[in-house]
Structure formats: C-alpha cells, structure tokens
C-alpha cells in the first residue's frame, strides 16, 4: 500500500476560528529561567501511575538525578530538576484535573545546579540499536509534552510496523505557542530528535506538520531540514483551526485516514509525537540530562509581558508570572494550558509539571465576554452550530438530550466515548449549555457504569462456576453413595473405617 | 495569589439567543417598511397586537410552568414568531383574530410542547393555518397595494386603526369594495375558470414577476436574508435548497404548458416564497439539524409549497409545506447523521 501525505494545507469542515492570540508571547526568544531556589516536583508526572520516590528527606540530589521510578506500563521516571536537598516528600496542591493534592518531591536548591554523573549516554544514537535508543529514552523519563504525558519510551515500543512518525507541531489552540517558539529557535534540535525516534521506531519517514499561521517556524524549520540534507523528513501544513492539532484530527488531516474508534494511532501505522518530546529526545542524547525542564508560554493581558519561558519542571507558577513582568492588574483567572482544554487553577504557588505548556493570566472580560459569561443557561434551540464544530462528527445536541435522559445506550450509539472534551460544542452555543462538562461527566458515569457491568459479569460468572462446581460434586457424592449401597461391603474396607475411627479417638484424646 | 475555578471552556463566542433574534429582527424590519408603504399601517398594526398577545401568552405559559418570566421573556424568540405569524395576516385583520392566532402560536404550538427549544411545529405557521381553517373568509381579504393606477382609495391611517379595534368602516365604505384577493389567489381562481397566464396577468395587480408591491416586498425579505446569512446567524442550506425545489417545479410546470402554469419568476417573487425560504424554514429549532439534512428539508417545503399552489385548495402553500416537512425532521437527522469519526469510515 502506497502511503501519500498532503503537505498543502487542507480545511476541515469541523472546527472554530477563535482569535488565535499567540503574537504576543512569540515575539520574543525563549527566555532560559534560572534553576529556582526551590521546587516540589509531583509524582504524578505520566499517563500511569504515579512513580515512586527513591529518596528520602535530607539526601543531596543532583541535577538531573533519578529521584523516583516508574512502576507500570504508562508510568514514567522522574529527575531532580535542580540540585540541593531534598526537604520533604509530602503531599501538595499541583496541577491536574481536579486540583487535587499529589505526592510530590520537594528539593531547595543549592544554587550550583551540578549535574548528576555519569551521564547514561555517551554513544552515538545512530550507532544504536533501536531497543537501546527506547530503553535510553525511558531512562531519561520523557513523556509527550503536547500534555498527555504518555511514555515515549513505550509509545515507540508498540510493536507495529509503522509507516511514518508525525511529529506535531500544529498548536492550534489559542495563546499556547511553546510548540512554535520551538520550531522558530531550535528547528535543528527537533529535526535531529526526528531521526533519533525514526530510528527507534523502525520507520524511514517522518512529517513535520505545522500550522498555517506560523510563518516563522515553516522557514525555520525549511532552512533547518536543508541544513540536515534529510530526503525523508517533509514539512506538511494544517489549517490554524482549532482542534486541528489533536492526534486523531492531524493524523487525518495529514494522511486521511482515521483511528479507529478507541484504538490509537499505531493500529493504522503511524506514531504521533509532540514537537517538544523530540527536542527533549534530542536535548538528552547531545546533554545528559534528562527531561528536567520545558518551554511554557506565559501570557494573557493579565501579565506584563507575555513570554515564552524553559523553566525547571517544579518551578512555582508565581516565579513564571514574575519572569513575565508580574500580574497586570487583578486576573480573573489563572490557566494552566489554553482557553479551550485548559484548567483553572485555585493558586500560583502550585509548581509546573511536565504536560504544562501554557500558563494564562486572563484579565476580567478577556475570554469570555462580560455579558456572554452572565448569560443564564438557556435551552437548545438545535441551531446545530455544535454539530457543524465537532471534530470528531458526534451531534452534541442529541447527546444533550441522551445525558438528561441518562440513555446509555443512545450515548453508547451516538458516540460519547469518541468525545475528545474539546470544547467547540461550548464554543459556539448560543445557548450558552456546559456541553463539554456535561459530556466529561456523563464519560466518567459511563466507565463507572462499564467498570460495574464488568464487576457484575465476573460476579456472575465466578458464581456459575461455583455453582456447577457443587453440581458436579453433588452428582459424583451421589453416584459414590450409589455405588457403594450397591456394592458389597469388603472385610479390607471395614477395616480400614475402623482404623481411621480408632485413630480419630486417639487424636481426641491427645489434644487437650 | 488565589483565584477562581470554574470549569473550561473559558472562552465562548458572543453569539446568544437574544442576540440572534434581534439580529433577526432587524433584517425584517426594511420588510416591514415595504409592506407597510405597500399595504398601509394594518401591516404594523397586527405586528403590535400580534406582539402584545405573544409576550402576555409567553408571561402566563412561563408562570404557570414556573420558570423564569425575566429570562424567556427577554430572548425575543416570542417576538420574532409573532412578527412572522403578523405579516402573513391581511393588512385589515380585526385585533382578535390576530390575539387568538398567536395565543395558539405559543400557548399552544410552542409551550404545550415544552418551550422555547423543544417544539415540534413552527409556531408562527401553526398559528396562521389556525386561523386559515377558522377564518376562511377573513384571511382572503388583502388589500391591493397602494399604486397610484390600481383604482382604489385607501383608508386613513385612523380608519385602519378603527376598523382593526373595532370592526367598524367609515359610512358608504364596504369590506367588499376594499379588498382583493392576492395575485396568487388570482392566479389560482382565475386558472381553474380556464383563463390562460396571459390573460390573468394582464390585471394591474400583477406586475413583472410576481405581483406589483409583492415583488418588491419579497427583494427587500430577500435582502434581509443575506444579511443574515452574512452575518452568519443562518446557514445557506435551506434557502437555497427552498428557493431551488419551487423553482425546479415551477420550471417543470412551465416548460409543459406556459400558458397553464405560472412562471417561475411569478413563484419566486409571490407570497411568503422570500419569507419563508428566509426567515421561516430556518427556524432552527423545527429545522433538521446537519447540512445535508437543511437540504432535504429545504428542498422540501419548495416542492410541497409548489405542490399545493398548483394543485391545492389554498393559494399559497408555504405554511402547510413547512409544518408537514416539520414532521419529517426526525426522520431527516436520522438518515443524515453525520459521521462519527473512527466508527463508521
């Protein structure tokens, strides 16, 4: 089968146009913050679970030295991100979904930021083989950094043939613009990252895609690939559309094929990897040091200049406002990611983690607008703007109705699972419905409900085998009994009954 | 430094309902001039009490369902179906046929079902074949426009507001001689007593295409609508799949016998054709809900429209085509659903 890429942009049906709101945070270099006085870095850093700590307070650390372990399949490897003491292992407030408290590693430096030794690499990538290069990554504990977290490690070990690596670079999400500072600055450590995980995924081909709106990072990337003289790398353009940077919605928009529902990328032969990851990839090998630090875009007209910031992972929001120029004004919002998927956080105390690619400070009125965010909820007037957004071609109004009606099969069948909670439905409601919290909800009642089923079925099954276990000894008790009343007693088995009687009164006897 | 959590998305677009309605407000406003420079000021007269009557229906259904009187009453919806059901109403309509009307529009057609969103029927069609099945007679009276050479005197401002409060015309001044019939109705009668398209037309009530005043009201509807569709508050789906169902039957007609079928340009441009292809099949909430689905329905109500213009009992057949493809909605978005994504390649 031939595989063919469009590298000219093409214009999906779904999608919004929001303003895209980047210029203001691109137009300056990555800024490199220094390693900060004091970090608490999460153990909850992955796709899996959370790793577990092999330090304990009151050890040293070094930069860039193990401090906790992965522990299963999607769980990665965490660094100390500074050097210095560790002070505690204690629960905190960091980011993720719920605000919920983590168990995290906190270090105060000792302003030297000595790197851990010996470094793990010291070979030529090329020369190794491509189980060497994966066991190399997963030792340097770097995870997708577009915000999924998942182990690259195992991500590159799937198994499957894979026909091309796609490397995303398409941020179409507004304000975030870590990804194209990226590729404006540092193209050639991607490219080089590019071939490093070509290598260790088997493929022989691999497309850049970028944006349509990030002119700058197309050049450079252009210039960096004639650079490399690498025939096997293309540059491809996607529509700035947002979510046309999601996985599933650049790999169709690119190869025009989709994942089948519920399966990933790998199942149709291509492996999707953030631009970001293939930098670190590429920072590790020319390094040593592992996945320590990463690029967070800090904007929103709630600081005073917005810029795009490589901060030690565990670095306290508030130092990243700081860098930034401080809070202009009060913010009415504190974001971590963007406008769209992003989460609202409670404080700026709480520290980076490796998914935080973005941090807005939203002034009052700058995202939603004054009278939009006091509109009262209103009922669906099935204008269908959702349905004409939706990425992933569901009918968020007839979802609506299936979440009141709490219909799991109607759910089922219009697709909720396929839901990617990216809030275009939101977006463009006129009615002003929480579609996307509505969904997320309704997501986590169906899993639960699934999980029960599940349960149930084991339950059920765990019963019948016992209960046809019974069956079985009822019948051969019986079948034993009949033999018995209708054989004839021999003197041999009387015998041995009288022994064992007589040995059962001895055993009386014995115990008290 | 603390701050607040709500959850994502936080950003919106600014479109809301209230916004939409009043964008749809204003486009039929220019239409609203027309007809008011065309058919005198009973035309503004039935916008009024139709408003009046479907804010108090509104309040009272709002009240005795419990919900927010201040919330659904400020979204305009209520308005933009009385605005509609009014203007297809004769110039000269006494106030209580247009009260009860628009009391079966939303105390019927749209609160009985649920409210705002969950209707089935178009209200402001519901209501206006209420009142042609009830009113027969009275919903046939147009008035001719008021064009210099048609042989007609006008009544005052004063006298139409008179004769729509309280029934009574000036002395030596009958119904009768007032009124006449559209030249849609015209078309129809004189058609079946075996005149040809020329010879009807050849009445001064007809114009270029469609009837004098008529063609003109319906360019200005027509402006309207692509304003609207400018501003992006409606899709082109169903106005052009409307316009191009009448105009593909009218066509048809035409081209097997002029003489007994109407132009099409006499389709396009008579009656509610522009209003309807507009203003009320796009109706989101009695409409089918995916593109492909907007065409179907669209296509439609142009065919049924034609369908009973030309072979119906009544003159025009917007109101009927829309609530009958009104009924087919569901059965539309089920077989135009779109694609899931990774399911069904």
Not at chain 1, 30 to 55: F, M
Not at chain 1, 251 to 259: D, F, K, M
Not at chain 1, 278 to 297: C, E
Not at chain 2, 252 to 273: C, E, K, M, R, V
Request: hydrophobic share 45%.
């Amino acid at each position: 089968m031939l595989h063919t890429y469009n590298l000219q942009p093409r214009r999906p049906s779904w999608g919004i146009r929001a303003e895209a709101r980047k210029a203001e945070s691109t137009g300056h270099a990555i800024v490199i913050a220094p390693p900060p006085r004091e970090v608490a870095i999460s153990l909850n850093q992955s796709a899996g679970r959370p790793a577990v700590p092999i330090v304990e307070p009151g050890e040293k650390v070094s930069t860039g030295q193990p401090v906790a372990r992965a522990t299963a399949p999607g769980s990665a490897d965490i660094h100390a991100s500074i050097s210095g003491l560790v002070v505690a292992v204690e629960e905190r407030l960091v980011f993720s979904a719920h605000h919920s408290m983590e168990t995290a590693i906190v270090i105060r430096g000792d302003g030297t930021d000595e790197d851990f030794t010996p470094h793990p690499v010291a070979n030529d990538p090329m020369s190794m083989t491509p189980a060497e290069i994966r066991q190399t990554i997963a030792g340097a504990g770097i995870v997708g950094l577009g915000g999924a977290m998942f182990p690259t490690a195992e991500k590159l070990s799937c198994g499957a043939r894979i026909h091309a690596l796609i490397l995303n670079g398409v941020e179409c999400e507004p304000y975030i613009s870590c990804d194209e500072v990226l590729l404006r600055y540092r193209a050639a450590r991607v490219l080089r990252g590019a071939q490093i995980l070509m290598r260790a995924a088997g493929t022989q081909r691999c497309i850049v895609a970028v944006e349509t709106d990030m002119p700058e990072a197309r050049v450079a990337v252009h210039e960096a690939l004639e650079t490399l003289n690498d025939d096997r790398i293309d540059v491809s353009q996607v529509t700035a559309k947002y979510p046309s940077g999601g996985e599933r919605q650049v790999l169709e928009l690119i190869t025009g094929r989709q994942v089948p529902s519920g399966g990933l990328p790998q199942d149709i032969g291509y492996l999707c990897q953030n631009v970001g990851t293939a930098a670190a990839v590429a920072d590790f090998f020319a390094t040593g040091r592992p996945l320590i630090s990463r690029i967070v875009t800090v904007t929103g007209q709630g600081v005073s200049r917005p810029v795009n910031i490589e901060a030690r992972i565990g670095t306290p929001i508030a130092e990243l406002i700081a860098m930034a120029g401080g809070y202009r004004g009060t913010p009415a919002k504190l974001i971590a990611g963007g406008p769209m998927m992003g989460i609202a956080l409670p404080d700026d105390g709480i520290p980076i983690s490796k998914a935080n690619n973005c941090i807005i400070a939203a002034a009052p009125g700058e995202l939603m607008e004054t009278a939009a965010e006091h509109q009262p909820e209103l009922p669906c007037i099935r204008c269908s703007e959702c349905l004409q957004a939706c990425p992933a071609g569901l009918q968020p109004q007839e979802l609506l109705v299936a979440c009141r009606q709490q219909d799991r099969q109607a759910l089922e069948s219009l697709g909720l699972p396929d839901c990617l909670e990216c809030g275009c439905c939101d977006y463009v409601c006129p009615s002003a419905i929480p579609l996307t919290a509505r969904f997320s909800l309704a997501k986590i009642g169906f899993r639960q409900a699934q999980l029960e089923e599940r349960r149930a079925l084991h339950a059920r099954q765990r019963f019948e085998a016992r209960e046809a276990r019974l069956q079985q000894q009822a019948v051969q008790r019986e079948h034993e009994l009949q033999e018995q009343s209708a054989g004839v007693v021999s003197d041999s088995q009387i015998d041995a009954v009288m022994a064992r009687v007589a040995r059962d009164k001895n055993a009386d006897t014995e115990k008290p | 430094m603390k701050f607040s959590t709500a959850t994502g998305p936080h950003w919106r677009a600014a479109d809301n309902v209230p916004a939409i309605m009043r964008q749809v407000l204003y486009a039929l406003t220019p239409a609203l001039l027309m007809y008011t420079w065309f058919f005198g000021i009973g035309v503004l007269l039935n916008c009024l009490i139709a408003s009046a009557a479907a804010l108090a229906t509104e309040a009272v259904a709002l009240k005795l369902r419990h919900r927010s009187i201040e919330v659904f009453l400020t979204d305009y919806s209520v308005v933009v179906a009385a605005v509609l059901l009014a203007l297809a109403l004769p110039p000269l309509t006494p106030w209580w046929i247009t009260v009860t009307g628009t009391v079966f529009a939303i105390g019927f057609a749209k609160h009985l079902y649920g409210g705002l969103g969950y209707n089935i029927f178009n209200p402001a069609m519901a209501g206006y074949v209420v009142l042609l099945i009830s009113f027969p007679e009275e919903m046939t009276r147009w008035l001719p426009p008021d064009i210099g050479d048609i042989d007609y005197q006008p009544l005052s401002w004063l006298q139409s507001i008179q004769y729509t409060l309280t029934g009574s015309l000036p002395d030596a001044l009958t119904l009768d001689a007032l009124t006449r019939a559209t030249p849609l109705d015209t078309m129809k009668t004189e058609l079946s007593r075996m005149l040809t398209v020329d010879e009807i037309r050849a009445s001064p009530l007809f114009g270029d295409f469609g009837g004098r005043g008529w063609e003109w009201i319906n360019n200005v509807i027509a402006l309207g609508g692509i304003w609207l569709l400018y501003k992006k508050v409606i899709r082109w789906h169903i106005p052009v799949a409307m316009l191009t169902g009448l105009l593909g039957m009218a066509t048809l007609g035409y081209l097997i016998d002029p003489a007994t079928h109407a132009s099409p340009g006499f389709h396009l441009f008579s009656g509610g054709t522009m209003l309807c292809a507009f203003f009320i099949a796009t109706d989101p909430v009695t409409a089918a809900a995916s593109n492909r689905g907007k065409i179907f329905y669209g296509a439609g109500i142009g065919i049924l429209t034609y369908a009973i213009r030309a072979w119906g009992s009544y003159p025009d057949g917007i109101a009927f085509a829309v609530l009958l493809m009104n009924m087919t909605v569901p059965m539309i978005d089920r077989m135009t659903k779109p694609a899931i994504y990774g399911r069904d390649p």
